[in-house]
Nanobody, 120 residues
Framework: QVQLVESGGGLVQAGGSLRLSCAAS????????MGWFRQAPGKEREYVAA????????DYADSVKGRFTISIDNAKNTVYLQMNSLKPEDTAVYYC?????????????WGQGTQVTVSS
């Protein structure tokens, strides 16, 4: 059974940093893409960033470029999202996703989410 378990969320002041982790288990994830999405109250779930399993390809939403960095530790089956210069509008539940391709992440496996709250 595939499991994606996020951690690292919390409350931080604007301008601060957090690092989210997503531990994947239950299958072989080689040749899979991993990604992060977020959903704020009353809004649709939106794409944040993605990475290929080998780490050679990364992609970011315009709203987080230059502030967030996605990375992967294949030995630990874990994907990270380093979030710097956080803004109140980054407040959301952050979800990890896995799928054979970046383009199909929304229809892949999902974690349960971790809350990130940025105070002004």
């Amino acid at each position: 059974q595939v499991q994606l378990v996020e951690s690292g969320g919390g409350l931080v002041q604007a301008g601060g940093s957090l690092r989210l982790s997503c531990a994947a288990s239950g299958r072989t994830f080689s040749n899979y893409a991993m990604g992060w999405f977020r959903q704020a109250p009353g809004k649709e779930r939106e794409y944040v960033a993605a990475i290929s399993w080998g780490g050679g390809t990364t992609d970011y939403a315009d709203s987080v470029k230059g502030r967030f960095t996605i990375s992967i530790d294949n030995a630990k089956n874990t994907v990270y999202l380093q979030m710097n210069s956080l803004k109140p509008e980054d407040t959301a539940v952050y979800y990890c996703a896995a799928a054979p391709m970046i383009a199909t992440l929304r229809s892949g496996y999902w974690g349960q989410g971790t809350q990130v709250t940025v105070s002004s």
